[in-house]
């Protein structure tokens, strides 16, 4: 019987082991995730502001060019 109770906590501590691991395996894949995600939006932000601009100097250049 007691061999029987030592193999259960073993066996109990590989599980725990073996779900800590699990843990922090998925705690990395969300932060490199998060990681991941963030630097696309930075750069869909860079393009958007790029657009912008440029559309915004194409207004300027057809007012200046009405306005004459």
């Known amino acids: 019987m007691k061999v029987h ?3 259960q906590k073993l066996q ?3 599980k ?6 699990g ?3 998925s705690k990395h894949v969300v932060k490199y995730s998060c ?4 630097r696309e939006n ?3 932000e860079e393009k958007e502001k790029e657009i912008l601009n440029s559309y915004q100097s194409t207004f300027i250049t057809l007012q200046l060019f ?3």
């Open 66 to 68: 009405l306005t004459q």
């Open 35 to 38: 990681e991941t995600y963030a």
């Open 16 to 21: 725990a082991q073996v779900h800590a691991r």
């Open 23 to 25: 843990l922090r395996r």
């Open 5 to 7: 109770q030592k193999i």
């Open 42 to 44: 930075d750069e869909e």
């Open 12 to 14: 109990e501590g590989q």
